[in-house]
């Protein structure tokens, strides 16, 4: 996949090449790199705004058997992999956390997960990730986030959850 587009606040451009190197050197391959455009970066509020093409090929969507039951969508499990694809990005550009410097990342806990509405296939999902607490060590780098993701301006999921992410030790 190519870098998705970002801009910071404000609208200036994120560096391509930093995130070329964040999806050159990150943990998982592409194919699990779900956002299609990072469409705000926030340092203050520690915020990213991004969208998600619901039309691509999504790792667990793919292999829906559709049924006038059970329409195609956005499957939890590839919700959740987009809360560990924002939560990185909140790692990498917020605390300095580089996968090619020797830090990795875990998700540790879903303190909640509601999947308010369906998330179709076809209109995109409006993704929207912010940090609510934070714990700063030399080696490690605990962050609490809050998701709210829509689409067509309704709500499909709201999460609060965490991830560790640490350097050069055990978790």
Not at 96 to 105: K, L, S, V, Y
Not at 114 to 126: E, H, K
Request: glycine share 8%.
């Amino acid at each position: 996949m190519n870098a998705p587009p970002a801009r910071a606040a404000g609208g200036a451009p994120v560096d391509p090449e930093e995130l070329h190197r964040f999806l050159e050197s990150f943990l998982y391959r592409e194919e699990v790199f779900l956002l299609s455009d990072v469409r705000l970066r926030d340092d203050s509020e520690r915020r990213i705004d991004a969208r998600l093409d619901t039309c691509q090929t999504l790792p667990i969507a793919r292999y829906q058997r559709v049924t006038s039951g059970h329409p195609a969508h956005v499957s939890a499990a590839d919700m959740l992999i987009l809360t560990g694809n924002l939560g990185c990005l909140h790692a990498w550009f917020f605390h300095g956390c580089r996968w090619d410097e020797g830090w990795a990342g875990f998700g540790n806990r879903i303190h909640r997960a509601s999947f308010r509405r369906l998330a179709r296939i076809g209109p995109p999902l409006d993704l929207v990730s912010r940090e609510t607490r934070t714990r700063i060590g030399a080696r490690r780098v605990v962050l609490r986030y809050e998701f709210h993701f829509s689409q067509d301006g309704e709500v499909v999921y709201h999460g609060d959850q965490s991830a560790m992410f640490v350097k050069g030790t055990e978790p």
